[in-house]
């Protein structure tokens, strides 16, 4: 059985103009493996949790082409084949879908890197395959049945594309990794090859908390003596410090600082094999993280990895699991608040005051940064300068010239209201902290925050930690419906006013409530403003 020329072109406008739509209707799935570093397994991962709206929205799309075009279909059968007709639907629900969910973006805007760019090429490539070929295999159905009622509703099924989209999406990933991997192998073989053969000094920080701060306080120490490269922002992953050292002349500095994250036991000893730095720090270790990793020892156990990757001597936080690793250490190890100490510890809304003790000299210490906590990533970072041989006045002039870190209690003073963005904040020893921050400040005190994630099994018990935490604050608004229906009960458990206490769905729905009731001399905390995504192995 053939078609006929124009059923032929017929099949082919049908099969771009709904590529054209369904593509439109993707942002969120194409985003959404964005966050996830281009991972599959884990993007699933989200996709599967019963919470995610995206899922829902796009269930919900589906229903309503299927349903609408078999409606169309029907109504206007008296005409002949109206299943033409019954496609006038999807423009009417995708377009509708597609200005409607722009109002709910992704909270991390997804980035039109090369990458992204080449993804959504395959992406749309394999959406046009596939719905080309059941469009084809509809028309084909219909001829071969011969029977009216199929052939009038031959275009209904073709809105369950819209549930295949996490399918193209990973096909398209696997078609585009074919391209990536070998190009992302050159690109960090030849920061390798560039490490190893400079001379700078070589520095890794790790940690399930404090890596960045740490980074950045160490970064303005060792400027006291050094040219310091440090890999920007949160860049802790081996493509992110590969671009970092691919993208500088290493010539120009003296010292290389480089954060290293990681989900899974072996991702900081291959970060190694790429840094091989020459001292190490661990800024502590808690159970951030847990999900992936599976348990509090393989978590010590991959922080640890940072250890047998280094070449010269190392910085220990001095918490219990981070001590634990002392024993087994194959380099020069300090423990921080051993040979480097802190005391007489103040902490008020204009910054920490503490004493540093370094060998048997003390100097007393002005930061502007906030927190208690502060003093301790103080100490972690002029212990290895320490070790490096910097001098007392080198390492209290760089600790106190340290400038606020971005997203990590850094007040901004906007219209006479001060607003404390800890929005990269995600651990529990963080979180308590940051409240404990925030009692500082005058005025009525509001907490905006989505709960903490990646902990597990230890989800429950730390969320609802969280809630207790915020019992007597001002004004609690907790965002999404993931965690926060836990650290509502946790906060009225401990005796919270309910009446204090708001749950939206959407930050954007928190800055609302926000603009209305705010007014000057008060002081809002954002907590852990993470990714959609966040909720990943």
Request: hydrophobic content about 45%; some cysteine.
């Amino acid at each position: 059985m053939s078609f006929t020329f124009i059923e032929i072109l017929e099949m082919i406008a049908v099969t771009i103009a709904l590529t054209v739509l369904l593509y439109l209707c993707s942002g969120k799935i194409l985003g959404g493996l964005q966050q996830t570093s281009y991972k599959t397994r884990r993007l699933f991962s989200w996709i599967r949790r019963k919470d995610n709206l995206v899922l829902v929205s796009l269930s919900l799309l589906c229903f309503m082409l299927v349903l609408s075009s078999a409606v169309l279909a029907l109504c206007f059968s008296f005409m002949g084949d109206s299943a033409f007709i019954s496609l006038l639907s999807f423009p009417v629900f995708c377009l509708a879908y597609y200005f409607a969910d722009r109002k709910y973006a992704l909270k991390v805007k997804t980035v039109r890197t090369a990458r992204y760019v080449r993804l959504t090429i395959c992406y749309i490539f394999i959406l046009l395959v596939f719905t080309g070929a059941f469009v084809f295999l509809f028309e084909l159905i219909a001829k071969l049945v011969a029977v009216p009622l199929v052939s009038l509703f031959r275009y209904c099924l073709l809105g369950g594309l819209v549930m295949l989209f996490p399918v193209f999406a990973a096909i398209a990933n696997f078609l585009d990794k074919l391209y990536e991997e070998p190009r992302n192998k050159r690109y960090l073989v030849k920061a390798e090859r560039a490490l190893a053969s400079s001379k700078l000094i070589k520095i890794g920080v790790t940690g399930s908390y404090g890596k960045t701060t740490v980074k950045n306080i160490l970064k303005s120490v060792l400027s006291e003596k050094y040219r310091v490269l440090m890999t920007p922002s949160s860049y802790n992953t081996p493509l992110g410090i590969a671009r970092c050292v691919n993208r500088n002349n290493l010539e120009e500095y003296d010292v290389f600082l480089a954060e290293m994250g990681a989900r899974h036991k072996g991702d900081i000893g291959k970060l190694c094999e790429t840094v091989r730095p020459d001292y190490s720090v661990i800024t502590g270790i808690c159970p951030q993280h847990l999900q992936s990793f599976g348990s509090v020892e393989n978590i010590v156990e991959a922080k640890g990895e940072i250890l047998i990757g280094t070449e010269k001597g190392a910085v220990l936080a001095n918490d219990e699991l981070t001590v634990s690793l002392y024993d087994n250490s194959p380099v020069e190890t300090y423990i921080a608040g051993e040979e480097v100490k802190v005391s007489n510890v103040k902490a008020t809304k204009d910054g920490t005051s503490f004493d540093l003790t370094v060998g048997k000299e003390t100097r007393s210490v002005r930061t502007k940064l906030l927190g208690e906590h502060t003093a301790d990533n103080m100490c972690i970072a002029a212990s290895l300068a320490y070790m490096l041989n910097f001098t007392v006045d080198e390492i209290v002039s760089g600790l106190e010239k340290t400038e606020f870190i971005p997203h990590r209690l850094e007040p901004i003073v906007e219209g006479g209201i001060t607003i404390i963005d800890d929005s990269y904040n995600a651990n529990v020893k963080g979180a308590k902290a940051a409240v404990t921050v925030l009692n500082y400040f005058e005025g009525r005190k509001f907490v905006v925050t989505p709960g903490l994630v990646e902990l597990g099994i230890l989800e429950e018990r730390e969320n609802k930690k969280l809630g207790e935490s915020l019992v007597g604050i001002d004004r609690v608004i907790l965002v999404g419906d993931t965690l926060v229906s836990i650290v509502k009960k946790g906060y009225l458990a401990a005796g919270g006013d309910e009446e204090k206490l708001t749950t939206v769905a959407t930050l954007k729905d928190a800055q609302e409530i926000l603009k209305e009731e705010l007014k000057t001399g008060d002081c809002v905390l954002f907590l852990n403003d993470l990714p959609d995504v966040f909720n990943i192995v």
